[in-house]
């Protein structure tokens, strides 16, 4: 996916370039820069001082030193105030000038940290906003991985309200197939064979299913399977992607529109659109029925096209039914309360 945002410390990323979120000077200071310059050495400071510094808004590019990555792009964000000073054009030329000296390095993979988010005292919701925004534009006609690293989860904070009701929302719909703690277990075993067949030792746990998962259902389940596997083959009419293809040209909207609002990249959707019975990860169907706006019931069909399915024994499919059941199709937003939650995101 092109665009991936992940919690880590950047100094451990091995990308080609990491972005530092310097001061004019560039000579180092706190925050990320401090961590960049300790984790790098002596050197990336040697040569940050031949680069005369930088003006608010570009960006430098330097050697990697003792990090991990190739290369370290400095760049210098707004201090914010109100807002109403530039602040919004100045961050997002930061992520601009970067990505612009990133390509001409030719780099494939960059992470940036959420500039001017810490000392510059930029709101952190805006500055991810502006982040994404920024780079999304760039995306659209750039090839490249660009990592957005947050370092604390306060950067990525959904407002409580929501919180509190996709919460109720898992309260509600959550079996946790997961949470059996060892006395659990050894009573439902007891319900399916003799005490005395019990040796004390617990068996692997099944493997997770839909409900609570009363123990016969497997037997249920097979018998169902064969007498029901002639007409299951009749049924596979159309694949995931003859589905996928035909949602688009139903929406209305362009291929390049769809993919880009589902943050897939181009050569996977090519892919997908060449190959039939192209076989797509999850997260990859769920975020073309967000960008497509699919309802539930569509969004389990294209799901079962490839052979998925909603479970309520994930929290990442329940979040994922609490904003399509709400017509909520911002994936921005399903990730923000993805994250929150510490679900792997969308489009990662
Ligand atoms: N990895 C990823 N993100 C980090 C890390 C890390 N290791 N450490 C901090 N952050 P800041 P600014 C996040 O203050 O606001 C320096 O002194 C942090 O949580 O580093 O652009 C410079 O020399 C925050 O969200 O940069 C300048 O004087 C984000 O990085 C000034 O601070 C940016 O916080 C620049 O201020």
């Given at each position: 996916m092109p665009l991936q945002i992940i919690r880590n410390d950047i100094t451990k990323m091995k990308v080609d370039a990491i972005v530092n979120a310097a001061k004019n000077s560039l000579l180092g200071g706190g925050g990320v820069d401090g961590a960049i310059h300790d984790a790098a050495g002596a050197g990336l400071l040697e040569e940050c001082k031949t680069l005369g510094g930088c003006e608010t808004g570009k960006a430098k590019i330097t050697g990697a030193y003792n990090l991990p990555c190739r290369h370290v792009i400095h760049t210098v964000g707004p201090i914010y105030r109100d807002g109403c000073h530039g602040e919004p054009k100045l961050l997002s030329s930061c992520y601009r000038e970067s990505l612009k000296l990133a390509k001409e390095a030719g780099c494939e993979t960059v992470a940036f940290p959420l500039i001017s988010s810490g000392v510059y005292g930029y709101p952190k919701a805006e500055a991810l906003r502006i982040a994404v925004d920024t780079i999304s534009e760039f995306l659209s006609d750039n090839d490249m991985t660009v990592y957005i690293v947050i370092f604390d989860r306060k950067a990525y904070q959904i407002g409580e309200k929501l919180f509190a009701d996709i919460e109720a929302f898992i309260d509600d719909n959550y079996v946790d197939s997961?949470?059996?703690?060892?006395?659990?277990?050894?009573?439902?075993?007891?319900?399916?064979?003799?005490?005395?067949?019990?040796?004390?030792?617990?068996?692997a746990c099944p493997p997770?299913?839909?409900?609570?998962?009363?123990?016969?259902?497997?037997?249920?389940?097979?018998?169902?399977?064969?007498?029901?596997?002639?007409?299951?083959?009749?049924?596979?009419?159309?694949?995931?992607?003859?589905?996928?293809?035909?949602?688009?040209?139903?929406?209305?909207?362009?291929?390049a529109q769809v993919y880009k609002k589902a943050n897939i990249d181009r050569k996977l959707f090519s892919k997908i659109r060449s190959d039939k019975n192209y076989k797509p990860s999850k997260p990859t169907v769920i975020a073309f029925s967000i960008a497509l706006e699919l309802s539930l019931e569509e969004t389990k069909d294209m799901l079962m096209k490839a052979g998925f399915a909603l479970s309520h024994s994930s929290k990442f499919d329940i979040i994922i039914e609490f904003f399509i059941s709400r017509g909520n199709y911002n994936i921005f937003e399903i990730n923000e309360a993805l994250f929150a939650f510490d679900q792997s995101l969308l489009g990662v």
């Open positions: 997961h949470s059996d703690d060892r006395y659990e277990r050894r009573r439902r075993m007891s319900l399916i064979r003799h005490d005395d067949d019990f040796d004390g030792n617990i068996p997770p299913m839909l409900g609570s998962a009363p123990m016969e259902k497997p037997v249920m389940m097979q018998k169902a399977a064969v007498v029901s596997l002639d007409d299951a083959v009749k049924q596979i009419d159309e694949s995931f992607s003859e589905m996928l293809l035909r949602k688009i040209d139903e929406s209305g909207l362009t291929d």
